[in-house]
């Protein structure tokens, strides 16, 4: 890959943004990379858990690389509603590789430093937990460009943090510095520095890694379920997943583990 560094090692993978001269400003084949190493991770039953992170940038992820922007607006089409519906299109491609992370069975955690601007908030906020430097900084930074936000931010934030404070970042563009960012909620916890931030973060995935995969899957899509229905949905759904699932090797491997004193071994 061009655009994307990835390892797999003990059931973590360790996929790095990697443009570091365009700050990991996101052009076609890093959207098309994005899309494809995502889903292939979701269909290997090596990983159990997703660290994202945008290497030796000096941001996390500067948001779309303009000269893709540009070829979105661009069009030789002269029917009026045909190209309308070549927009729709596009956009609808740039959503998808967004919604890949979300829908990846894996959880996968954003550690960020420097500027998560644009496009790069739209990616952690499809990502399941978040964290960060002290020096990193957050903006919807559509705003500037006199867009609307389009590739999720204004979908998923709320869901985090409330329509109050993504309203206030929406209308306004401004940066959320990393220490504000935990206390309104985008990010779970802040450090001092990337290397401080990483040692924690992979002992977090260290720690998902041994849980059972089966019962982690499964959490991830309830969990995802729940967000978009009622209480009441979500009871039925869930009674309805259990009566599916429960009953695996992985429960009596827990059970068994947990009378011996020892750890459980999962399968994959």
């Known amino acids: 890959m061009q655009t994307i560094k990835l390892t797999i090692q003990n059931h973590i993978a360790h996929v790095v943004l990697n443009r570091p001269e365009k700050a990991n400003a996101l052009n076609q084949t890093a959207w098309d990379e994005l899309k494809d190493t995502f889903e292939n991770l979701d269909e290997n039953p090596e990983v159990r858990v997703i660290v994202l992170e945008g290497g030796e940038s000096k941001h996390f992820c500067a948001g779309i690389d ?42 996968v955690l954003a550690a960020v430093h420097g500027g998560c601007i644009g496009g790069g908030l739209d ?8 964290y960060c430097t002290e020096d990193a900084f957050f903006t919807i930074k559509e705003i500037d460009m006199g867009m609307v936000a389009d590739l999720g931010t204004l979908q998923r934030l709320p869901k985090l943090i409330g329509e109050g404070r993504v309203r206030e970042m929406a209308y306004t563009g401004r940066h959320v510095g990393g220490k504000e960012a935990e206390k309104i909620g985008i990010v779970n916890n802040t450090y001092n520095d990337k290397a401080t931030m990483m040692e924690e973060v992979f002992k977090l995935a260290a720690t998902i890694s041994t849980r059972s995969p089966l019962s982690i899957r499964g959490t991830k899509h309830i969990l995802l379920h729940t967000r978009d229905h009622t209480v009441a949905d979500g009871l039925n759904y869930m009674a309805t997943w259990n009566a599916a699932m429960l009953l695996s090797n992985d429960l009596q491997e827990a059970f068994m583990a947990k009378s011996q004193k020892r750890d459980a071994s999962f399968e994959d």
């Open 66 to 107: 303009l000269s893709l922007l540009m070829t979105v607006a661009q069009t030789d089409i002269t029917c009026e509603g045909r190209r309308r519906e070549k927009v729709r299109t596009d956009v609808l491609r740039l959503q998808a590789p967004v919604n890949t992370i979300e829908n990846c069975s894996k959880p």
């Open 123 to 130: 990616i952690i906020c499809a990502c399941d937990i978040r």
